[in-house]
């Protein structure tokens, strides 16, 4: 009796947002017969995206709170499978040059955008030189410094004509690379690289900004979006694998805080919830906790060129106050693995070995070597008293967690005080880009699965580097990696690209990331990529 009530009360639920939040597209929804449920008829997945998407346009919206959404909006060349391998999507299949360097890509027939219009190769050619383009300023622009001519144009020392991508004709698109790359099927996959409807953008240059104006050419449509409380999704029937396609609706909710989302799913209120840490051996011991990889990691940054972090003894004293084991164990409690170097687990050398293992432990905790390097780094800068360290993180429960725990342990081994300070996450990203911040929570996930997308992150002026830090060599390192047709020698490289990076020590890394989460039990068909984004192409709720 109480399973029959709840149905109906979810259906009852549905229904009256489904006449709160009716728009445009209501009318094309069938109208149910009397009597029948609401939710029997209709597939709707109840998600939670955490907080409101920092942007659905594709080289903008370069992090996971807008990626969940953009990757079931809208599809690229490729697509990530279930087995986590790119496959054809909007290209159905391609040619490569006998010199590995010349991708020629052919776009399906019946690839539409959700307007209707043609899914072309020149809305690729105008989205890849758009991501490219300085003037778009996008963080994710460092993906596309493989194209030939890419780097150039992004920094300001060619034009858009150099880059090599062109249209051979209206459904077959070329793109030459600077050299052959073992990992370009997967980063062209990666949100960045989404077409954009060059004739919307052109009569709407801020077309992704709301739903009413929105054109995506993915599974789903963006239905509604009501900024920072939800949006909905409805499935494309443009979509050229439309019968495939299981759910009508996904509704993502926008709560940052854990206990709440997990009191959501307890009411069946959401399908899905991360797992609060307070009940995580609890959860875990009922069996209810699954768990899969996640190529990423937590971590801190040190801002080099702001006191007193521009000495490496200081920046590696307080890394290595922090006992990651502990944050682990006793904080996140999420079967993390505590990260010992920046790059994560997962990746295979030619000689069959993980990378992780291979270049082992980069830090440790020792709290009396910690006082050491502290002492020694207050002498080199003349310092009676350490300048005033503030901690800053973006605003969520798990966060402050963290920060209350580093907090602490900087107390505790180096006898330091610091002082914390959060912010909404739209403000932060920001500030931590123009290097407003000491010392500052961050987190990476893998754009595509290769161990150089992590180590890329810290050359010079690089988008994503937000330290301050700089060093020639390293920045050798990894162009030569990326150029660098033998993996044994690029492996090699990025090896030792990553110990000169730990051992200046501009950052402090913290675990690894998992994804663990509870899920319906009539959900299936989810699938959560390692590298930081999940697919609901193939989802399915009975």
Not at 171 to 189: A, G, N
Not at 363 to 387: I, N, S
Not at 487 to 507: C, F, Q, T, V
């Amino acid at each position: 009796m109480k399973k029959l009530l709840s149905l109906f009360l979810m259906g009852l639920l549905v229904f009256v947002l489904a006449a709160c939040t009716a728009n445009e597209n209501a009318g094309n929804e069938t109208e149910q017969p009397d009597g029948e449920d609401t939710e029997t008829a209709e597939k709707v997945l109840y998600l939670n995206n955490g907080q409101e998407p920092t942007s659905f346009d594709p080289p903008i919206g370069f992090d996971s709170v807008s990626w969940q959404a953009l990757n079931n909006l809208m599809e690229g060349l490729t697509r990530l499978g279930k087995n986590h391998e790119p496959e054809a999507a909007i290209a159905e299949n391609w040619d490569l040059s006998d010199d590995g360097k010349t991708y020629t890509f052919h776009i399906r027939e019946n690839a539409k955008w959700s307007n209707g219009d043609d899914v072309t190769a020149g809305d690729f050619v105008f989205a890849w030189k758009r991501l490219l383009n300085p003037e778009t300023g996008s963080p994710a622009a460092f993906l596309g410094y493989f194209i030939e001519g890419g780097e150039a144009f992004n920094n300001g020392e060619g034009s858009a004509d150099d880059v090599a991508v062109k249209a051979v004709d209206e459904k077959t698109f070329e793109v030459t690379l600077i050299s052959p790359q073992e990992y370009f099927l997967s980063v062209i996959s990666n949100p960045a690289f989404f077409p954009v409807n060059e004739k919307v953008a052109a009569e709407n240059p801020e077309w992704f900004a709301e739903a009413e104006t929105f054109v995506g050419n993915g599974p789903f449509n963006l239905a509604e979006w009501e900024h920072d409380s939800h949006f909905i999704m409805e499935k494309n029937d443009q979509y050229w694998d439309a019968e495939n396609v299981k759910l009508d609706k996904v509704h993502w909710a926008m709560v940052d805080d854990t206990n709440t989302e997990y009191q959501m799913f307890q009411a069946g209120d959401l399908d899905t919830s991360d797992v609060p840490a307070d009940l995580s051996e609890q959860l875990f011991g009922e069996g209810k906790v699954e768990v899969v990889d996640q190529a990423g990691d937590y971590f801190y940054r040190f801002n080099v060129t702001k006191e007193p972090f521009q000495n490496e003894n200081i920046r590696k004293a307080f890394a290595m106050a922090v006992d990651q084991q502990q944050i682990v164990d006793f904080v996140t409690k999420g079967q993390e693995k505590p990260a010992y170097g920046f790059v994560s687990y997962g990746f295979t050398d030619p000689s069959g070995n993980d990378f992780r293992e291979t270049a082992g432990d980069l830090v440790k905790t020792d709290a009396e070597e910690a006082k050491k390097l502290l002492a020694q780094g207050m002498e080199e800068e003349g310092y009676d008293t350490l300048p005033e360290v503030t901690l800053t993180y973006s605003t969520s429960d798990a966060h402050k967690k963290i920060a209350e725990t580093l907090q602490q342990m900087f107390k505790d081994n180096l006898g330091v005080e610091v002082q914390l300070a959060n912010m909404e996450w739209n403000v932060f990203a920001e500030e931590q880009s123009a290097l407003k911040f000491q010392l500052s929570r961050s987190s990476f996930l893998a754009d595509y699965a290769d161990p150089i997308n992590f180590l890329e992150n810290f050359q010079t002026g690089h988008s994503m580097n937000r330290t301050g830090w700089s060093n020639a060599e390293y920045d050798q390192l990894i162009q030569n990696a990326k150029n660098e047709a033998d993996e044994a020698a690029r492996y090699d490289m990025m090896y030792e690209a990553e110990k000169i990076l730990m051992d200046e020590m501009p950052i402090i890394p913290i675990h690894f990331y998992n994804q663990v989460f509870m899920q319906n039990e009539s959900v299936s068909g989810i699938v959560r990529h390692p590298v930081g984004y999940m697919e609901l192409k193939w989802a399915d709720k009975n």
